[in-house]
């Protein structure tokens, strides 16, 4: 069943009106017709369900038949990545978000070459969260905060802090999650010319455990994505039910 977005605004207790944008995806290239059943969520949560009551370019109208609110899943994990080239960090935000990150902090590092807030990036990176909340189901959207030194980083409220380093040689990434679970994570990583060391020793004087990921020279958003779904799996976060 497909699903979409809609503002929490534009429902009512049995009828919802979809969307400019995504009324013309749905009439002109999914070319669907009323009576077809679609799911929306409303990024608070509640996922609906309900058939199209009438359709056209400009405004799609659905009958609401019923609605839940899932329990979001697991640990909740943050992660904080520093600033990457190019268009990198609009495929981490997406793949970040099916992995089930619930916080993603970019950070602006010594070595970042993509300083700076960049008008309405971090606006095209909702615009792909919430794409990629679409397509893998997901009730609630990822929250993305601005960009922000790693001193701005609120690191009292995790329980478990670890940071990914090059030169770490002993501890290895499951070595430094806790066995009896955590409250909340948050993954340090750095942008492709990784952290400079007095970032090192700021993040440890922060409680983060170094840690690597073994021998290879993973490129940065490997990297992250790969920490993120070990740490997922470890924390119980893929499980199935």
Request: hydrophobic share 40%; proline share 5%.
């Amino acid at each position: 069943m497909r699903r979409f977005f809609i503002d929490p605004g534009s429902i009512s207790a049995r009828r919802a009106v979809i969307s400019a944008a995504e009324s013309r995806h749905i009439a002109t290239v999914l070319r669907l017709q009323p009576g077809a059943c679609i799911e929306l969520f409303d990024g608070t949560g509640t996922v609906y369900q309900g058939c199209l009551h009438s359709v056209t370019r400009q405004a799609v109208t659905v009958d609401i038949l019923s609605r839940r609110q899932p329990a979001e899943e697991g640990i909740p994990l943050t992660l904080a990545q520093g600033l990457l080239k190019g268009r990198k960090m609009d495929f981490l935000v997406q793949k970040a978000t099916e992995l089930g990150v619930r916080t993603f902090q970019p950070l602006q590092t010594r070595y970042c070459e993509n300083k700076g807030e960049r008008r309405g990036r971090r606006e095209r990176w909702q615009r792909i969260m919430l794409e990629a909340c679409k397509q893998c189901k997901r009730p609630l959207p990822m929250e993305i905060n601005p960009a922000a030194g790693l001193h701005h980083l609120d690191t009292a409220r995790f329980s478990c802090k670890i940071m990914l380093w090059e030169d770490e040689k002993s501890v290895p990434l499951p070595g430094a999650l806790p066995s009896a679970g955590s409250d909340s994570i948050c993954l340090l990583l750095g942008p492709e010319g990784g952290f400079h060391q007095e970032e090192v020793e700021q993040a440890r004087a922060l409680g983060f455990q170094t840690v690597s990921l073994g021998r290879r020279t993973l490129r940065a958003e490997t990297a992250a994505l790969a920490a993120v779904a070990i740490v997922q799996f470890l924390a119980g976060n893929l499980d199935p039910a």
